[in-house]
C-alpha cells in the first residue's frame, strides 16, 4: 500500500524567506510519481509541482522546488521567497502506476509579513 | 482550455433530500474521480472510473451514495438520502492516467445538509 507522510501540520515563514514543507512516501512501486498541490483559503487545489521516480533531476517550477532524496523516501517542496499569498494547505502525493493519487494530510502554511 | 467543471458550487438542503453533484472532466482524459474533503478525515478518494466504467468504489461510504458516468464529458455523484454527515467539499478530478501526468481538480462542491 501506497502512503504519505506530512509531519509539519502547520508552518510559520517570514515573507521573503524560503521554507522547507516535508514529505516522505512509502511505496514498494518501482515507477511512481510524486505531487504537491496548494489549496488556499478559496478553497481549490492547484497542482505545483511534480517529480518522477526517474528523473535524475529535482524538478523546478519557478519559486517551487523539489528536494527529491529517493534513498531516504523524501519530496520535501522548497518555496522559495516566499509571499503573503503563499499562505495555504499544502498537499504531497503520490501516484504510483495507475493508481489514484495518494494524499497526505497536508501542512498549512502562514506567511507573515 | 477549460478545466474541471464541476456543479454546482454550493448546495444547501436538508436532511432526506436527494442531492446530484456534477462534473465535466478536461477533454481527452480518460480518468474521472470523485474526492470528498473533510476536516477530520482530510481528503478522501470515493470513486474513480476509467473510459466510463467504474474501477474502483470501494471509497463510497454506504449504498446513499452512487455515481455514473453516463460518457466521456459528464458525471454524476448522488446521495439519496442525504444525512448531516454528508456536509464536505466533493471535488472531482480528471487525469491522463500516466504516472507523470497530474490529476486536475475542480473547485469543488462545498455541501452543507442540515
Given at each position: 500500500?501506497q ?15 524560503a521554507v ?19 489549496q488556499?483559503s478559496?478553497?481549490?487545489?492547484i ?11 529535482n524538478a ?10 529517493k ?6 517542496l ?8 503563499d499562505?495555504?494547505?499544502?498537499f ?8 489514484p493519487?495518494?494524499f497526505g494530510?497536508?501542512?498549512r ?5 | ?8 458550487r ?24 470523485w474526492?470528498?474533503q473533510?476536516m477530520?478525515?482530510g481528503?478522501?478518494l ?12 470501494s ?16 458525471s454524476t ?9 454528508d456536509?464536505?467539499?466533493y ?9 507523470n501526468?497530474?490529476q486536475?481538480?475542480?473547485?469543488g ?6
Amino acid at each position: 500500500a501506497q502512503k504519505i507522510t506530512q509531519t509539519q501540520p502547520g508552518m510559520f515563514v517570514q515573507e521573503k524567506e524560503a521554507v522547507t514543507l516535508d514529505c516522505t512516501y512509502d511505496t514498494s512501486d518501482p515507477s511512481y510519481g510524486l505531487f504537491w498541490y496548494k489549496q488556499p483559503s478559496s478553497g481549490e487545489m492547484i497542482f505545483l509541482i511534480y517529480q518522477g521516480s526517474y528523473d535524475q533531476q529535482n524538478a523546478t517550477e519557478g519559486r517551487y522546488s523539489l528536494n527529491f532524496q529517493k534513498a531516504r523516501k523524501s519530496a520535501n517542496l522548497v518555496i522559495s521567497a516566499s509571499q503573503l499569498g503563499d499562505s495555504a494547505m499544502y498537499f504531497c502525493a503520490i501516484l504510483p502506476g495507475n493508481t489514484p493519487l495518494v494524499f497526505g494530510k497536508g501542512t498549512r502554511l502562514s506567511v507573515i509579513a | 482550455d477549460a478545466g474541471v467543471i464541476q456543479s454546482p458550487r454550493h448546495e444547501v438542503t436538508e436532511m432526506g433530500q436527494e442531492v446530484t453533484l456534477r462534473c465535466k472532466p478536461i477533454s481527452g482524459h480518460d480518468y474521472l474521480f470523485w474526492y470528498r474533503q473533510t476536516m477530520m478525515r482530510g481528503l478522501e478518494l470515493l470513486i474513480y472510473f476509467n473510459n466510463n466504467v467504474p474501477i474502483d468504489d470501494s471509497g463510497m461510504p454506504e449504498d446513499r451514495f452512487s455515481a455514473k458516468m453516463p460518457n466521456a464529458s459528464f458525471s454524476t455523484l448522488k446521495i439519496q438520502p442525504s444525512e448531516p454527515r454528508d456536509s464536505a467539499v466533493y471535488f472531482c478530478a480528471s487525469s491522463s492516467g500516466t504516472s507523470n501526468q497530474p490529476q486536475h481538480f475542480g473547485d469543488g462542491t462545498r455541501l452543507s445538509i442540515l
